[in-house]
T-cell receptor
């Protein structure tokens, strides 16, 4: 499976500021996703990060609030903009490589724990 | 939208006991996945199921893909303290598409 790292692992931020989270994979992957996990909750997909084009956002998530970049097949960033305490969550990067395999699996990074004061 | 109902929400068991948890969906999935999440970590994939009726084992873990493609269960046999964590089921429609997650089962194992 791919090795996925995220930076930062955690941060405490002031409301109104923005934070950019990085996701790095040790091999080229087809798909990269960003999920949010609010305290004590399950995971919810924010968007699919598309290489070379705008990300595809899920209902309830918008580009102005969560701009995403994916400049190549191993790297993506998620920015949480104009933060409020409600944005306090764990943000998780996941990857899936469609490749030449018949079956594919989605793997997760370690997450970024964000606290907004 | 698609929803997954995962049960039970929490379990408190003694070391050595067997555990069973399940997920049901209002719609069909082509892939079912089971993840475990430890505190402060990302989910780790335990088992992936790709065919209706498929029964797959990974050590003490056994999972099945329901014949209707709308449900799955995970069994853990002879539980040990390191089994503690939150277990999530997830359904996927097609390869490369989003995962829909259950609400999780918090497992506590008493030594």
């Amino acid at each position: 499976s791919a090795v996925i790292s995220q930076k930062p692992s955690r941060d405490i931020c002031q409301r109104g500021t923005s934070l950019t989270i990085q996701c790095q994979v040790d091999s080229q992957v087809t798909m990269m996703f960003w999920y949010r996990q609010q305290p004590g909750q399950s995971l919810t997909l924010i968007a699919t990060a598309n290489q070379g084009s705008e990300a595809t956002y899920e209902s309830g998530f918008v580009i102005d609030k969560f701009p995403i970049s994916r400049p190549n097949l191993t790297f993506s960033t998620l920015t949480v903009s104009n933060m409020s305490p409600e944005d306090s969550s764990i943000y998780l990067c996941s990857v899936e490589d469609l490749g030449s395999l018949l079956y594919n699996e989605q793997f997760f990074g370690p997450g970024t724990r964000l606290t907004v004061l | 939208g698609q929803q997954l109902n995962q049960s039970p929400q929490s379990m408190f068991i003694q070391e050595g006991e067997d555990v069973s948890m399940n997920c049901t969906s209002s719609s069909i999935f082509n892939t079912w996945l089971w993840y475990k999440q430890d505190p402060g970590e990302g989910p780790v994939l335990l088992i992936a199921l790709y065919k209706a009726g498929e029964l797959t084992s990974n050590g003490r873990l056994t999972a099945q893909f329901g014949i209707t493609r709308k449900d799955s269960f995970l069994n853990i046999s002879a539980s040990i303290p390191s089994d503690v964590g939150i277990y999530f089921c997830a359904g996927q429609g097609t390869s490369g598409s989003r995962l829909t997650f259950g609400e999780g089962t918090q497992l506590t194992v008493n030594p």
